[in-house]
């Protein structure tokens, strides 16, 4: 039984019956108001109830940037599915797995992804693949839509990976996107001339809460279908953007194609940490940037950096956002000042667990704190600098790469008998992934045919730019890869 203090209407009913002329969504030729968003909506929602698809189920999507994917986004509470998306990057293999582990009742695909859902389907014929295309010949169901949202209940599933190296699909509630909208709005305010531009993937949470933000504000979103740095600039002027996120990489290529914008007031920059002579050059240009902090399973940020901060707390990720708390744990102990230790957080925007993994979700919530596995400090003023990021973990033009997920791919070519991934610093990606490997007694380096089998096997930003042959890989007395060593030798080499 819900309570009805935990439940709230369907926020993009609402705004299409109080504003319905407002304009919600500009993608390419695409221009809808909220009441076009609504209707559109609607409509899915009753197909994909005629095409069986029950409260709970999960709905998988292999989709590009797109108005679809945006529809889908809004059309889970009506039928009280859960989305599940796909990252378009990942290779079949990839895919399959997490196929499996969510059993989803349906995956919806699009033309750009049509022959790696073939390649899927093929893999696993049990499961029902529906082309977008496809869509418009079913015949909508006439069956009741619900438009209550219960906070409590599933929206989302995203798979995030761990240093295992195996994905784990954070669960995240229509509570935890609500009060990350509403933290991220006591944060940047809320104007009503506001425009979000949207370049980053939906797949991801920083372009996915983009969504439910713009709905639940009542603003509207400009979608990109994919990042390109001249087209970004002329929207910014031509849709009188006021907020965008991006990652380092992404403000770098703006800057360097000119980036002017007269109505800018936020350029969330995630994905970790920043150059400082990317923000000087900002400063010097007048661009607001505001660095973050956040992960999937906070449904986004968790602490956020003013602007007029940006230099005077230089490294820092900013202070945490309202309802959330952040504390520095070390050995269970809440850390002094500028002591580093684990990064907890504890706030309603917490993910409820992990899918189907009773142990994972264990681990990382605690005693109502969510254990991120980053070390970080907090200052006297209460500013967060996050020192390392998830153990050994890669960030590679704003993509989490997991160096163990790497390892477990190069095991498995013949000639490699052990194998250890680092990441080493770029100036175009930030970090790139390298793999030494013990070869097998008697084998030869062939770096050429190593890296291909990695991209038979793994997205194009987790091979290993570089394959080094060593004698040994430098481990403690129990067996375990000392990453921190070995990142030190191939350094000074």
């Known amino acids: 039984m819900i309570r009805p203090d935990q439940t709230l209407p369907d926020w993009l009913r609402r705004r299409a019956a109080t504003m319905p002329e407002r ?26 109830m005629a095409l069986g698809i029950q409260p709970g189920d999960r709905v998988a999507v292999l989709l590009q940037n797109s108005p679809v994917f945006v529809t889908l986004v809004h059309t889970m509470p009506r039928c009280r599915a859960v989305l ?8 079949p293999n990839e895919l399959a797995w997490q196929l499996d582990d969510v059993s989803p009742r349906l ?22 693949f529906y082309h977008t295309d496809a869509l418009h010949d079913v015949a909508a169901s006439d069956q009741a839509l619900d438009y209550t949202i219960a906070l409590n209940e599933l929206h989302t599933i995203i798979y995030t990976s761990g240093t295992t190296g195996k994905p784990k699909g954070a669960m995240l509630t229509y509570g935890n996107h609500w009060w990350s909208a509403t933290a991220s709005m006591l944060n940047l305010g809320l104007h009503d001339d506001d425009r979000w531009l949207a370049v980053l993937p939906l797949f991801h949470i920083g372009g996915l809460s983009i969504l ?12 990109h279908e994919a990042f390109d740095a001249a087209p970004v600039n002329r929207s910014l002027e031509e849709h009188q953007i006021t907020i965008i996120s991006v990652v380092s990489t992404m403000l770098q290529r703006m800057l360097d194609q000119q980036l002017c914008a007269t109505k800018l007031r936020w350029v969330l920059l995630g994905g970790g940490p920043v150059p400082r002579l ?34 005077r707390k230089s490294g820092s990720a900013g202070q945490p956002l309202l309802p959330l708390k952040v ?29 189907n993994r009773p142990t994972a979700t264990a681990a990382a919530l605690q005693d109502g704190w969510l254990h991120t596995g980053d070390l970080g400090y907090l200052d006297s003023d209460g500013y967060l600098y996050v020192v390392d990021r998830r153990d050994d973990i890669i960030i590679s033009g704003g993509e989490n790469v997991y ?11 013949p000639a490699v008998a052990e194998a250890g991934v680092i ?60 990453r921190g060593v070995l990142r030190t030798q191939t350094l000074d080499e």
Request: charged residues 20%.
């Open 107 to 128: 995956v919806i695909h699009d033309q750009s992804n049509a022959g790696v859902a073939d390649q899927l389907h093929q893999q696993q014929p049990d499961y029902f």
């Open 212 to 223: 439910l933000r713009s709905v639940i504000y009542g603003i509207p979103v400009v979608l």
């Open 278 to 311: 990317l923000l000087e050059a900002c400063n010097k240009r007048g661009i607001p940037v505001a660095q973050t902090y956040g992960m999937t399973e906070t449904a986004s940020q968790v602490a956020t950096l003013a602007p007029h901060d940006a230099l």
């Open 23 to 48: 304009i919600a969504l500009i993608a390419g030729d695409t221009r809808w108001t909220f009441a076009d968003l609504d209707q559109q909506v609607e409509h899915l929602a009753r197909q994909l």
């Open 423 to 482: 990441g080493i610093p770029d100036e175009q990606w930030g970090q790139v992934p390298i793999a030494c490997v013990v070869l097998c007694s008697g084998a030869e380096l062939d770096e050429a045919a190593i890296i291909a089998f990695c991209h038979e096997r793994l997205a194009r930003y987790k091979i290993p730019h570089t394959i080094q042959a060593v004698a040994a890989l430098p481990r403690t007395a129990a067996g375990k890869l000392r």
């Open 327 to 355: 504390q520095i744990d070390i050995e269970g102990e809440p850390a002094a000042a500028r002591q580093v230790g684990e990064i907890l957080v504890r706030g309603p925007m917490v993910t409820p667990g992990y899918f």
């Open 403 to 413: 160096p163990a997920e790497i390892e477990e791919v190069l095991l498995a070519f």
């Open 84 to 91: 599940v998306p796909l990252n378009t990057r990942l290779t």
